[in-house]
Nanobody, 123 residues
Framework: QSHLVESGGGLVQRGGSLRLSCAAS????????IGWFRQAPGKEREGILC????????YSFGSVKGRFTISRDMSKNTVYLQMNSLQPEDTAVYYC????????????????WGPGTQVTVSS
């Protein structure tokens, strides 16, 4: 069975950094693009970044301007989200999910969602 599990969330002060991990099991990253998403209380889930399956090209949903980066370690079957200069408005539950080989621009095109990891940024 295929699963994604996020980890690395926590409480951080404004301006701080966190690195989230998304561990895949039951499938390999080489066959699927993986996206990072977040959902704040009372808001819709929004896309952040995606990394494609074959060539590792990245795609931005446009919600975060340059402060976050996505990467992967194929040997660990894990995708990372490095978050820098965190702000209180970044507080949300962060999720990862997969889609077809190439990144897609709609949240609804992603599936196999992880349970999420909470990120809280204090002011």
């Amino acid at each position: 069975q295929s699963h994604l599990v996020e980890s690395g969330g926590g409480l951080v002060q404004r301006g701080g950094s966190l690195r989230l991990s998304c561990a895949a099991s039951g499938f390999t990253l080489g066959g699927y693009a993986i996206g990072w998403f977040r959902q704040a209380p009372g808001k819709e889930r929004e896309g952040i970044l995606c990394i494609s399956a074959r060539d590792g090209n990245t795609y931005s949903f446009g919600s975060v301007k340059g402060r976050f980066t996505i990467s992967r370690d194929m040997s660990k079957n894990t995708v990372y989200l490095q978050m820098n200069s965190l702000q209180p408005e970044d507080t949300a539950v962060y999720y990862c999910a997969r889609t077809t080989i190439r990144c897609r621009g709609e949240v609804g095109d992603y599936y196999t969602w992880g349970p999420g990891t909470q990120v809280t940024v204090s002011s």
